[in-house]
């Protein structure tokens, strides 16, 4: 299904540029292009026209639930008589593997930074919180990799609440998607920002192992959302140029490269077995039930253009 529910307004392209136009970031020249093509995710797809319809806007309203934010925050430190301690804004970033969750994510950080400093807003990933691989087939799961009981949900609850609790310091575990694995001991460090942005599949699932949903800690969410037979388009899409990438690379190393020592026909076809049975039940069982917990969700047409914008009423 990709009507949206009853809570949501829905707004088409050419109604959603209009929105905050006095509050629109200049557009300098640095980012260009070239730069757009850096912040977007491999073989992804999006456009300077995409930044100035459906972004600057988003942008916008971001900064009016961010200003919101600290006035509410002030406003209860007055009444409970308490100190305030600065608490990053939280943005929750959801949907399926290879809907563009990652271009938006680094889009969002570069206009945010544009505006509030580099230093001040945030980018991580849920994808460190996977247990390694070593864990993964230590518990029988491996094949499980992507769905809830493969994440270790309470490092990363305790990840999130730290955020919020204003810790001066926090420190993300780091995922490497040419390995497809966690790298041990390796950690991004985050001091305090003033925005931090989580992204990943699962940010808006429940803890099957604790009473509160990660996105619980959220200040603002967003899903993207778009017609399944087109994310198994780009799921497939994005696996041949991986494909392609890798063979040239030849590093034995690399996730990908055992599916270069077989015939092309043959690893498209496992490829669309790992969809048919890992990814797409993932986002049927998992996933897409979470859609309508965002508070604002990207709906996606052909070439990833996003054709509506759902904003949640109440």
Known sequence: MTEASLNYEVFDRQIWQKFGQQDHLDLDQSLTPTVLSKLKAFNDQISIDEVNVIYLPLVAYIKMQYEQYCQM???RSTFLNQKQVDSPFVIGIAGSVAVGKTTTAQLLQYLLQTEFGNEEVALVTTDGFLRSNAELEAMGIMDRKGFPESYNMAALLEFVDAIKDGEPEVRAPRYSHDVSDVLLDEYDVFKRPKIFIIEGINTLQASPDAPVYLSDFFDFSIY???KTDLIEHWYLDRFV???NQT???QDPTNFFYEWTQMPF???????R???NTVNYPNLRDYILPTRERADLILHKTVGHVINEVWLRKF
């Not at 026909?265 to 490829?271: K, L, R």
């Open 247 to 249: 063979a040239q690379m």
């Open 224 to 226: 993207l959302d778009a």
């Open 73 to 75: 925050r002030q406003a």
């Open 241 to 243: 140029a991986l494909l």
């Open 265 to 271: 026909d043959q690893a498209v076809q496992q490829a």
């Open 273 to 275: 077995e790992v969809w």
